[in-house]
């Protein structure tokens, strides 16, 4: 069995005002699933990307815009939204407070790819 101290995962920036704190992945041995928290500032968010696999991305508390593809939505606590792979997505912090999220990808590291070639696309790797 492992047990996995989620308080000692480093929190790291991911985007100006986004602060991530990585749950389980790869790196905690995890083989098939990359689960994750974000924190965002009002305003801030993840531009839109893609990724290769199926994504749930649920608000814990706050108010979020989320864009799949050419739809978008405002997400309260509480509720969940899939994104099938290979849509378009993003969100925003729409609201005045911290925005709290949950991600979960199926699959134990976080690739993506961006409308801006040069952001960061590989996270939680030993690569």
């Avoid at 989620?6 to 699933?33: A, F, K, N």
């Avoid at 608000?59 to 899939?82: F, H, P, Y």
């Amino acid at each position: 069995m492992r047990i996995i101290d989620q308080d000692s995962q480093p929190m790291e920036e991911w985007w100006p005002g986004v602060t991530t704190r990585m749950r389980t992945s790869l790196l905690t041995g995890c083989r098939q699933l990359c689960i994750f928290d974000q924190w965002s500032a009002p305003g801030c968010g993840a531009p839109t990307h893609v990724h290769a696999v199926e994504e749930v991305i649920r608000v814990v508390d706050g108010m979020a815009k989320v864009w799949v593809n050419d739809e978008t939505e405002t997400l309260r606590a509480g509720q969940s939204v899939i994104i099938p792979a290979g849509c378009r997505h993003g969100f925003s912090n729409c609201g005045s407070e911290t925005l709290h999220m949950e991600m979960t990808q199926a699959a134990p590291i976080f690739e993506a790819t961006y409308q801006n070639k040069a952001e960061m696309a590989l996270r939680w790797t030993d690569r």
